[in-house]
């Protein structure tokens, strides 16, 4: 989809849905520009100086002030109307999917702690795996993020996924995704937090479900 523009891979369930509103966006501020542009061009050589020519002092309008005005206004509303449904879908807590994995998510200067549960299902018991910067998830299975913040605000991003959430300190707050592609892919902090922000970097791994048990397995072994 779009393949003329550089966009990351999508493998997201929801990843679609952001595009196209993306697109929707992204044709609506062109089409603006160029208008714009003509009309800045038109105005250069309709207004140029010209010998023989006295310029004029021309007072604002107050009806074109109005007309500007209301149409950005009804734009701007549209965009919020159209993009709900999808916001609404990824962001809403009363929307989120039933999960089969959960993982705690704290971010941290300059990493990402990553928490997982155990056999038990529950944290802050002893079988707790803590791991820094990796995640792994399977294929095809929805994954709830609970995702805060130890110091500053940062932001959870994965490009891959079309998903960005800031974390915030003292905070859980629950994002999902689903993934339909196996594959290493990048996490970012997307957002300034400090003199090494830019290093701020963790690795998503989408197993496929044999090999994501096979990784359980790996991590807790049978007793």
């Not at 701007?76 to 999808?86: H, I, N, T």
């Not at 079988?127 to 399977?138: F, I, M, R, S, T």
Request: charged residues 20%; negative net charge; glycine residues 6%.
């Amino acid at each position: 989809m779009y393949k003329w523009l550089p966009f990351p891979e999508n493998i997201s369930t929801f990843g679609v849905g952001v595009d196209k509103l993306f697109m929707s966006i992204y044709w609506l501020t062109l089409i603006v520009f160029i208008l714009v542009t003509i009309t800045l061009v038109a105005f250069l050589i309709m207004y140029r100086h010209r010998p023989g020519h006295k310029a004029a002092y021309i007072e604002g309008s107050t009806k074109l002030e109005i007309i500007w005005t209301t149409a950005t206004t009804v734009i701007v509303f549209g965009l919020a109307l159209l993009s709900y449904p999808q916001w609404n879908k990824i962001k809403s807590p009363t929307q989120l999917p039933t999960p089969e994995v959960i993982v705690q998510v704290s971010a941290k200067q300059f990493n990402w702690d990553m928490t997982y549960p155990g056999p038990d299902g529950e944290f802050g018991t002893e079988d707790d795996l803590e791991l820094e910067n990796q995640l792994h998830v399977p294929e095809d299975k929805v994954v709830h993020i609970q995702l805060t913040s130890v110091d500053v605000i940062h932001s959870f991003f994965l490009p891959n996924l079309r998903l960005k959430q800031d974390a915030l300190p003292n905070r859980f707050i629950t994002v999902w995704f689903e993934a339909m592609e196996t594959g290493n892919y990048e996490i970012a902090c997307a957002e300034l937090c400090g003199f090494e922000h830019f290093g701020m970097r963790g690795f998503l791994t989408v197993h496929s479900e044999a090999d994501y048990e096979a990784w359980k397995a790996e991590m807790w072994p049978p007793q």
